[in-house]
């Protein structure tokens, strides 16, 4: 069980635009309740760095990540695993930006 909802979560995150999988990354830097293994703080620079490159809107507004469901949906999902899961999802995630 605990694999077929890792691979789940690791086939909507391959399947996402690489600015969601950056919002993905920045909404997991800076989620204490996620509470990864990582440097969060190294790691929201890094993303927050990669999406002022490739979006725009990000760079000039306030953005509410609320209104991106996908990545809203992604959150729920690793919040709703083990911590031994959510590391591997956000290790995925890591590797793959």
């Known amino acids: 069980m605990e694999e077929n909802r890792v691979e789940n979560v690791i086939n909507i995150i391959k399947d996402m635009e690489i600015k ?12 204490d309740w ?5 440097n969060q703080t190294e790691m929201h620079e890094k993303f927050d760095t990669m ?11 306030l953005i509410n990540f609320t209104k991106y469901k996908l990545v809203m949906f992604t959150m729920a999902k690793i919040m709703e695993m083990e ?15």
């Open 51 to 61: 999406l002022k490159e490739v979006d725009e809107e990000y760079r000039t507004i």
């Open 20 to 31: 969601d999988k950056l919002r993905l990354g920045i909404c997991l830097s800076t989620s």
């Open 83 to 97: 911590q031994v899961e959510r590391n591997k999802v956000v290790m995925y995630l890591f590797n793959l930006i």
């Open 34 to 38: 996620v509470n990864i293994s990582y």
